[in-house]
């Protein structure tokens, strides 16, 4: 089992900035490949960005590529979302997930998939004001 636990969520002006952080706990941190996702009210969840096991490869949305940016510290078992320049459509409750990692290439769909990931945080609330 790993447990996530997401914080750094908050309200921001549309343009400011946040950073995610999403601490795991239970088996090998490095072992997987981390993600982030979000869920605005009424929509599915979807992919925000991905990294592998040792911070190597990163993948994004189209729509946050540019203004997100995913990375991890593995000593401290953690994985961040430093998020600029947002917008009030970023809106939404973010959450961190776990994978296996089965495949080795990060810049496909496999890893856009919340099927793909094993262990879910419970959310942190992002809100951004126009």
């Known amino acids: 089992q790993v447990q996530l636990v997401e914080s750094g969520g908050g309200l921001v002006q549309a343009g400011g900035s946040l950073r995610l952080s999403c601490a795991a706990s239970?088996?090998?941190?490095?072992?997987?490949?981390m993600g982030w996702f979000r869920q605005a009210p009424g929509k599915e969840r979807e992919f925000v960005a991905v990294i592998s096991r040792n911070g190597g490869s990163t993948n994004y949305a189209d729509s946050v590529k540019g203004r997100f940016t995913i990375s991890r510290d593995n000593a401290k078992n953690t994985v961040y979302l430093q998020m600029n320049s947002l917008k009030p459509e970023d809106t939404a409750v973010y959450y961190c997930?776990?994978?296996?990692?089965?495949?080795?290439?990060?810049?496909?769909?496999?890893?856009?998939?919340?099927?793909?990931?094993?262990?879910w945080g419970q959310g942190t609330q992002v809100t951004v004001s126009s």
């Open positions: 239970g088996r090998t941190f490095s072992n997987y490949a």
């Open positions: 997930a776990a994978s296996v990692g089965r495949i080795s290439y990060y810049g496909g769909s496999y890893y856009s998939q919340k099927t793909s990931y094993e262990y």
